[in-house]
Structure formats: structure tokens, C-alpha cells
């Protein structure tokens, strides 16, 4: 007599395997399954190449934040099942038609070399977390073999592996990159306000987990399409019901921030001291304004002082002149040299002189420094000459008392830099003046794409951010990221303003990086235990 035959309902995606059988270490007998492909290798290519275009159709200035989730859930579909060769392709199929197109404004002046070796570098990164995450979806089946364990888990540790990789990029190799966040595609969309909570990598954690959780749905079986859509709705809905963090502030200080509209491109033709000049004449425009309604502050972009007014003395006249002109200290950018090395500065100059300073933290491989130079000018000799100087990375605080407001200061991709911004809260920062110089990029989405980021950085530290550039885009943004001024680019013009103050934490400046550590511990934990389960269904294929 045969016993009658098991029940072997499998969800969609996932197969049986007859070789995997055995006891679980509670001694209950089940059978195994490893998830396969949902798409042949081909048409995930193309599903890949979709979620690509999509993900950086999501960022400014197309800025159509919900096609970030579509393209991470293409990309996502199109990973489960996969081989790791398989993921491999399709990753770095996604990733370089992402990254090809979100840095386009990189070929603008430069060509396309600098272009694709930073967004092939990128696409390996990518390529090599596709297969992290296909991993995990393929042996998700052995690991959490109930509907509820999957639903449950599996989304979690798929957004956990997506932040945590860009968690490394942004930080790695040689101080990272951190553009083209999940999160960075929001500073317009209804969930930006969750990045005052979580930070920047727990929002890209959501967002992924979110759409991680939808497709989730999808493949389990057993459930009606309208229980599906509504446990989906409920998610979403989940997310956009938090409140806003109320963003409280304490006063403001009044601020004048100057944009100068100046030739301070790496291939601009200028004569030193032209970028001084253009922001002295903008500045004497404002004399009617300033003595009717005095300011507290005036800031200009970075380098808007191309000529160092330390090594200067008609630099430091002119500088003089103007803090003098508008009875108020002035906060500028500037180049340095101390000791025969090079700075990328912020100085504060009041009373005759420099009363604080500020180096760049992050200065930028391949255009503020060269790193191995003997070896990358053999490959690219007239590129690695353009860049004529190596600048240190700046080792001051991040803040400065100007006036008794106490600044954060960042100069351009420090507002990038997760670390940069912490530091500035950390150190008391009450508003954080954004100096940058977007000359290099034009009218692209860079300047836009930055523009986003200064937008987020206020929402998540609850600071006023005033983002102020040499030729735009330059804005005044609110701690709850509305914008209370902005400049039209390529114009000179300026903007003064009562700039609201805050000394209260967010919970994401007091638990950002707890958050990012957490998120991107239970990827690598749900992956090691795919990894272990992949090494025991290999070792029970082979009896």
C-alpha cells in the first residue's frame, strides 16, 4: 500500500526541488524551493535596460519621482531567480543605462571618458548588488519556506542589500560617490518628509522596501487579487500617513546671498580676479536694500573669490570694502595655499581679516585631485593635466559663528557627503550655508540634481539651507523644504531674506547612521543565510 502523494503547492517563481528534502532542525519534515526565473535572460535585459530609464527619470529635472519605484521594481523582477552570472549581466546592463544617463552632464566640457569610467565604476557596484539581491530571491524559498516568513522578510533584506550598496558607493573608493540615492529622486514626492526621521539611506530603505514588498505580493499565491492590492495599498498608505516633522525653529537671521553669475568654469577664460569683480558689482546693487533693511550676513558661491585675499592684499581690500560696504561679516569662497598645499575654503572675513575658515571635506577625485597620477596620466595624459592642482581634504569643523548665528558650511559635494552633514548638526549648526560652483555643468540636471539634495538635507535636518551658486541654481530652502527664495540661473541677482534658525534634533540627525547600519545589517544577515542554504541545497544535490 503507497501512502497518498504530499501536497507540493509551490508559489509562482519558485520550483520544487526533489533534491532537497530533508528535516528542518525541528525535526519536521517539508520540502525545499528555490525560486526561478519570472523572465528569460533576454527579455530581463531589456526589463533592465526599461528600469534603468525609469529609476533616472525619477531624479530633476524630469522629476517624475514615482518612476524611481517602477524602475526599481523592474529592476528587482528582473533579478528574481537569476544565477549569479545572469544577475550579473542584467545588473550591470541596469545599472550603465542608469548611471549613463542620470551623469550625461559629466561629457558637457570634459568628454565622454571622465563620463563612462564613473559610470561604468558605478554600474560594477550595481552589477555586484543585483547579485547579492537575486541570491537572496533565489533561495528566499529554503530560508522562509511560509507565506508570512516571505512577505515578511524577504522585502526587507532585498532593501536592506539596495541601501547598503549604495551606502558603500557613497563612501568608497576614494571618499564615494553618493549620487543616485532611491532617495534623492524625492525632494518633490509625498515621501520626502520620512527623511527627517530615518535620513537618506533609511528613506531609500522604505522606498525599496516598499516596492520589494509589492512584488513580494505578486508572487505568493493563495491570496485574491483584491486582498493583494489592498495589503498593497495599506503599505503604501502606511508610509504616507506619518506626519511631517513639525520642523521647529528658534528666530531668524537676515541673509543676503549673492549670485554672481560668473566664468569660473575649469575651461572659462578669465583673468584673476573677474569672479571677485562680478560678485563686488552684484553686491553694490543691493545699497538701497541693505540700508533700508540691514542684514546679518552676506554669503557668495564657492570661488567667488578667485583670488585669495590671504595672499592678496587687493584681494583683502576688496574684501574689506564690501564687509565694510554692507556693515555685516561676509562669508566666501575661496582657493588656499598653506604650506604649499591647496584648500577649496570657505572664509569668513569681518574687522579686516579671516575670523574663521572652512575646508572642503570632500573634495572631488579626478577634478580637485588626482589620485595615482603617474598612473592615470599615461592612460589620459591631456584630461589628468587639466587638473592642475591637488586639493587637500579639509580637516576643520564644519561651522562657523558669524555674527552669533552659528553656520554649517558646506562647499558644494559636501551636501552630498551623509558624514559632512552630521557633523555640521554636531556642531551646533543653527542654518547651513550651501557655496557651490555648478559653471562646469551648465544648464543640465546637475545643477537641478543638487538643488534636490540641498532640499532633502533641510528636511532631514530640520536647518534652513541656503544654497547659493556661482551661476544657479541658487535657493533659499525652508527646514521643511519649502523654498523661501531662488535665483534664475545664469542671471546675477541676489537674495535677502529673515532666514528661519533652529537648534532642535531631528530624529534623523540624532539617528541617521543607527538607521543605515540597522537597514543594511538585516541585508547582510538575511543574505548569509541564503549564502548558507544555497551551500547546503548544493552539498544535498550532489548525494
Sequence with gaps: MTAPPRDRTVQPGIRASASFRGRTSVGLDRTESIA?????????????VAGGIALMTGFPSADVWPLTLLGAGLILVSLVGRRWNGALLVGLIGGLT?????????????????????????????????????????YAGLVWPTRLGRLGIVPLVISG??????????????????????????????????VAYVGVSGLSFLLVWFVAFVIQLGRETGARPLARITVAVAAGAALLVIPAWPAPTQGTTRIAAVQGNTKSGLLDRVQA??????????????????????????????????VDPE???????????????????????????????????????ENGGVADFYDKRHPVPFAEYMPARPLFHAL????????????????????????????????CFDITDDSAVRAMVDDGAQVILAQTNNADFGQTDENLQQLAIARLRAIETGRSVVNISTVGHSAIIAPDGSTIAALAPYTPGAMIENVPLSNTLTPASLFGKGVELLVAGLGLAGLALAVVAAARNRRYTKR
Aim: aromatic share 12%; hydrophobic share 50%.
Design 380 to 411: 589620459a595624459p591631456d584630461l589628468v593635466d587639466m587638473v592642475t592642482r591637488d586639493y587637500q581634504v579639509g580637516t576643520t569643523d564644519t561651522v562657523m559663528n558669524v555674527g552669533g548665528v552659528i553656520a554649517g558650511i558646506s562647499i
Design 311 to 349: 595672499a592678496s592684499p587687493v584681494a583683502a581690500q576688496d574684501l574689506d570694502f564690501i564687509s565694510n560696504f554692507v556693515n555685516a561679516p561676509l562669508v566666501v569662497g575661496t582657493i588656499a595655499e598653506r604650506e604649499g598645499k591647496y584648500y577649496n575654503t570657505s572664509l569668513l572675513w
Design 161 to 194: 542589500l539596495w541601501t547598503a550598496r549604495e551606502a558603500i558607493t557613497a563612501v568608497a573608493p576614494e571618499g564615494g560617490f553618493s549620487w543616485g540615492r532611491v532617495a534623492f529622486s524625492q525632494s518633490t514626492g509625498p515621501f520626502a518628509h520620512l
Design 36 to 48: 526561478r526565473p519570472v523572465l528569460p535572460l533576454w527579455l530581463a535585459c531589456l526589463t533592465a
Design 98 to 138: 542608469f548611471w549613463c544617463a542620470h551623469i550625461s552632464w559629466l561629457t558637457l566640457y570634459l568628454g565622454p571618458v571622465p563620463w563612462l569610467a564613473l559610470a561604468i565604476l558605478e554600474s560594477i557596484f550595481f552589477a555586484f548588488g543585483a547579485v547579492l539581491i537575486a541570491l537572496v530571491y533565489r
Design 273 to 306: 580676479g573677474d569672479n571677485l569683480n562680478a560678485h563686488i558689482t552684484e553686491t553694490l546693487t543691493l545699497e538701497r536694500q541693505l540700508r533700508e533693511n540691514p542684514v546679518d550676513m552676506v554669503v557668495w558661491p564657492e570661488n567667488a573669490s578667485d
